[in-house]
């Protein structure tokens, strides 16, 4: 395949993918919007105020950014994990394999779909905010990178998921049991100052932090870990899962006998 | 001549340690119509699954019109397409999207991927049906929009795996003429099928596989050479109490108006006519009681079977 037809190829993988999620739109797009809307609700607007100031700003405004990070991660990891498993349940990801498409770009399509979920939930996350506290931006780049490289590498893990998962309860353990603890102990709703030292060490194997602290900074200029370490470690996680998954799909792991 | 599938000593054997295939060779020419056939679990869908890249092989060689699968995976896999025995599609998508996604993936741009969708949806009657989601298609259309799937990209080797299990015979025929329409413009096909009337009917050349071995590779028309005996089933006008007595052929009666008859092959049918004749019996119809093919495929079988178990 010369580098055009390889485009046309991605571009197809993508625009499926894409496509995939618009045309469920209910069941993909609206529901993490109205649960992120109660969570404005009910922490920002009915606890926030007893809780008063967190590093110095309303509690509403020191949660939004890590609730569109939230929305984002289980985005892009649903949508890549759900569509991988279903692809191989019904079988139709031999089209791709036995087609001349290379690997890295299924593997670029899969994860182009996951992060236009992400990034589609994101955005509709940080609108509906707008209805309970002006947006506020330190940092553009900031934010917008550190949204893109979340929703790559939880596209990249949502794959992985993909990949080894046997029946549709292996695609929701991982959420379940991993991600959304992970998640919430990622410092959305706290500052990691408040716990004490042994926490706030053990806090740091948690991955999610430095992406959830990196965007905070993107908002409100204030962040509990150095930007620079978390770029460092989500680029290099991104890489680890990048190359992982080219591995996975290479040696047909799931996919051919 | 470049074969148009060269297989060189292909081996494999599954996680648990069943062995699939114990090293088979075998070429199918450029342009041929070509029957792969052998009894449920002989290794045919591992020979295809192989071919296409599904199964990873554990010995051999495969290349397609001389390009090694191994070496040159996107130059090989640009020739193949396949229609698999289940179905693979997305159900949740509309016909003509699954058709023009799958020329996407061999890099055909949109516009010239519709373009193509539509020709072969319109040839192989879904045109109609186009927007219909895949899940709602009967299976018949299912099956078709495979065929559509696998030839968008216009193929040089077209694998089919079993196309018209389950189909009605209706849609078998028109499928048996498209078929033999894509293979006179030049698409070398393989077929592999239980029906072994269709494989008489469409192919050239046939290679048995058994117990992951060929047992047999040779074309249609000296395959049936080699049949000896063939069995008609006459009806007959009158109830018989039992078979008539005849010096020259066997007879059996399988009800009391049908007679079973073995016929050397190259002896004329007339003189049991006559026998019949002067027993009093009228013959009002007659048929092949089994195919000629189906009855050599079980005597390759059935005595590869047993000379394996000799062995």
Same mark, same amino acid.
Request: aromatic share 4%; charged share 15%; hydrophobic share 45%.
């Given at each position: 395949m010369n580098n055009r037809e390889k485009l046309v190829a991605f571009q197809t993988i993508a625009t499926k993918e894409i496509l995939r999620f618009a045309r469920i739109w209910v069941q993909t797009v609206l529901p993490p919007v109205i649960t992120t809307a109660l969570y404005f609700i009910i922490f920002g607007n009915l606890i926030g105020p007893r809780i008063g100031e967190m590093e110095g700003f309303g509690y509403m405004e020191f949660i939004i950014p890590g609730l569109i990070m939230m929305a984002v991660i289980t985005n892009s990891y649903a949508n890549v994990v759900s569509s991988f498993y279903g692809s191989k349940f019904q079988r139709h990801i031999e089209e791709m394999v036995i087609s001349p498409t290379p690997n890295y770009i299924i593997l670029l399509g899969f994860i182009t779909g996951g992060v236009a979920r992400g990034l589609i939930v994101g955005i509709a996350v940080t609108v509906v905010s707008l209805l309970f506290n002006p947006l506020n931006v330190h940092s553009l780049p900031v934010m917008f990178s550190m949204i893109l490289l979340t929703a790559i590498l939880f596209s990249l893990a949502g794959l992985i998921n993909g990949v080894y998962a $046997?029946?549709?309860?292996d695609i929701s353990i991982i959420p379940t049991f991993v991600l959304t603890p992970l998640t919430y102990l990622g410092g959305i709703f706290y500052s &990691?100052? *408040? *716990?004490p030292d042994f926490w706030q060490t053990a806090s740091l @194997? $948690? +991955? &999610?932090l430095y992406m959830v602290n990196a965007f905070r900074y993107g908002f *409100? !200029? /204030?962040?509990? &870990?150095?930007l620079v370490t978390s770029y460092a470690i989500s680029i290099g996680f991104i890489i680890i899962l990048y190359l992982f998954s080219l591995h996975l799909l290479r040696t047909g792991h799931g996919i051919r006998t | 001549m470049t074969a148009a599938l060269s297989i060189r000593d292909l081996r494999k054997t599954y996680k648990g340690g069943h062995v699939a295939l114990k090293g088979v060779s075998f070429d199918v020419n450029p342009g041929d119509f070509f029957a792969l056939l052998g009894p449920n679990g002989a290794g045919k869908t591992t020979i295809i699954g192989i071919i296409s890249s599904l199964i990873n092989k554990s010995g051999g060689t495969v290349s397609i019109f001389g390009h090694d699968l191994a070496e040159e995976p996107a130059v090989a896999k640009a020739f193949l397409g396949l229609v698999p025995q289940e179905f693979n599609f997305n159900m949740f998508e509309p016909a003509i999207e699954v058709v023009a996604n799958q020329a996407g993936y061999y890099g055909i741009p949109r516009a010239e991927a519709f373009r193509r969708a539509e020709k072969y949806l319109k040839h192989l009657d879904l045109w109609d049906k186009r927007?219909?989601? @895949?899940? $709602? *298609?009967?299976g018949g259309m299912k099956r078709r929009l495979m065929i559509a799937r696998a030839l968008v990209h216009e193929p040089r080797l077209l694998i089919l795996d079993? +196309?018209? @299990? !389950? /189909?009605d015979i209706e849609i078998r025929r028109s499928m048996w003429k498209f078929l033999r329409e894509i293979n006179a413009a030049g698409t070398t096909i393989i077929l592999t099928t239980h029906y072994l009337e269709e494989a008489e009917s469409l192919c050239r050349n046939i290679a048995i596989i058994d117990e992951g071995e060929l047992i047999e590779n040779t074309s249609t028309k000296q395959l049936l050479n080699t049949l000896h005996m063939e069995t008609f089933l006459l009806d007959v006008d009158t109830a018989l109490d039992s078979p008539p007595k005849s010096e020259s052929h066997t007879l059996k009666l399988v009800d009391p108006t049908t007679l079973e008859a073995e016929i050397c092959r190259g002896e004329s049918i007339n003189s049991l006519f006559t026998e019949l004749s002067q027993h009093g019996i009228r013959v009002v119809s007659m048929r092949n009681k089994t195919n000629r093919l189906e009855e050599l495929f079980m005597n390759l079988v059935e005595n590869g079977a047993g000379s394996r178990g000799q062995a």
């Open positions: $046997n029946s549709f309860d &990691i100052s *408040l *716990l @194997a $948690n +991955p &999610i *409100l !200029g /204030v962040s509990d &870990i150095s | 927007r219909m989601m @895949a899940r $709602n *298609l009967s079993e +196309p018209t @299990a !389950g /189909v």
